[in-house]
Nanobody
Framework: QVQLVESGGGLVQNGDSLRLSCAASGRTFSTYAMGWFRQAPGKEREFVAA???????YYANSVKGRFTISRDNAKNTMYLQMDSLKPEDTGVYYC?????????????????WGKGTLVTVSL
């Protein structure tokens, strides 16, 4: 069974940086794409970033140029480096993965989810 555990969230100020981690287990990590999603208070969960098997990166327009997704297959871990954080980045950040034909840009395309880590950006 696939398990995903996020860490690294916290309370930061406008303009600060954070790095989130997602530790995966239960299947061969290197052979599946991975994604980050977030859910702000009172809003629907949304796509943030994804990384393919060979390292190709995809970003939501709202985070492009500020966030960087990466993966370390030797450690079965995915990361999200978040720079120039803004208050609108506040929310619970979830790590997710699906199958080889999943739509990694859609919440409904993911099969496995972590419990999330809270990021709060104050003014």
């Amino acid at each position: 069974q696939v398990q995903l555990v996020e860490s690294g969230g916290g309370l930061v100020q406008n303009g600060d940086s954070l790095r989130l981690s997602c530790a995966a287990s239960g299947r061969t990590f290197s052979t599946y794409a991975m994604g980050w999603f977030r859910q702000a208070p009172g809003k629907e969960r949304e796509f943030v970033a994804a990384i393919g098997v060979y390292g190709r990166e995809y970003y939501a327009n709202s985070v492009k140029g500020r966030f960087t997704i990466s993966r370390d297959n030797a450690k079965n871990t995915m990361y999200l480096q978040m720079d120039s954080l803004k208050p609108e980045d506040t929310g619970v950040y979830y790590c997710a993965t699906g199958g080889r034909n999943s739509d990694y840009f859609q919440v409904g395309g993911m099969d496995f989810w972590g419990k999330g880590t809270l990021v709060t950006v104050s003014l």
